[in-house]
């Protein structure tokens, strides 16, 4: 009788590791950060026979609102426990475990989970309702910053719209103008021809300017890859530029020509570089420098947004980074702008830090991680990058 009672214990003790090994494995999968919500699961139920009597006799059943994780050879029997997954107090589906006779037919009827087997679901259960509702908050923040990022765009379209129009009449006035010319020397074909290239010309100029503010404002899934940042903020920069010379302020640019390439995504170093130029627009109405430039050290590639205008106090700098803070007047600024920023800049490992001496100007440094290339795609190259005026 001792004898059999030991070896009941030791079952129990077995069976009770094996529960602790899955409650284990099952929160690791739920730590890590490079699985899908859907790859999470799945692994979760594959995982789920293991921790049962009889594994190999063992199936299971997952189920997330409208969507379903079986295991492999899934196949339903009257005999089955099952826990509810439930998040914010509300049911959102079940865990289901079912086992099957060994040649696969349903179970027959009785009770062949054991209790400690059916508080092992529940702790599952209650363990993956918590991953479920940490994931769906995530993927619901994630969706959030997207939309925030995407109307910090449109807002800046709209702000930069005056210097577009300006861009867009140059060549617009050409097109107009030669096509006027070509059909007074519809008898000369060779004139004709020199007009109607100048006019193919302007219209490619203003097909570009249409496209860069196409990019920009329209919403895009984050793409990282190898990226140059000079070619970036040189290729942002054009789309900018018109507003200096309404705005009376001279624009200096240095980039380094060794400054190490970055792994981000293109469209957002632009959404950065625009605000913060922006910014320094605005904070100098009478007009000043602007600089930008570049320099790569330390592993890291840099850049500098540096203007001569009012400045700021302590305190402003404290809350720069908070959503809707500005100080702008109402129709200047949504006060989303560097709110944006930082959370680009920290996704992309970056760091951020501003400087600011009430009138005499702000300078903003930013820092990426230099990429080595051995890992991601190669972006497409942009344009050539050197010192500005």
Known sequence: MQERALLE???KLIERNKELACLFEIAKIVARTDMTFAEVVQAIVALLPSAFQHPDRVCARIVVDDRVFTTAGFAESRHAIRAALHLEGEAHGAIEVFYRREDGAAGPAGDRFCPEERDLLRAIAHQVSLMIGIRLANEQRSRLEHQLRHADRLAKVGQLTAGVAHELNEPLGSILGFAQLAMKK?????QASRYLDRIIQASLHAREIIKKMMLFSSPMPQRKCRTDLNGVLAEGMSFIEPRFAKAAIRFESSFDPALPPILADAAQITQVLVNLVVNAIHAMPGGGTLSLRTAGADGMARMFVQDTGIGMDDQTLEQIFLPFFTTKDVDHGTGLGLAVVHGIVAAHGGTIEV?????????????FPAHDGEDGPACAAGPDAGAGS
Do not use: F, L
């Open 355 to 367: 400087r600011s001496v009430v009138g005499r100007g702000t300078t903003c440094i930013i820092a």
């Open 9 to 11: 214990e030791r079952a």
């Open 186 to 190: 519809i008898h000369s074909p060779a």
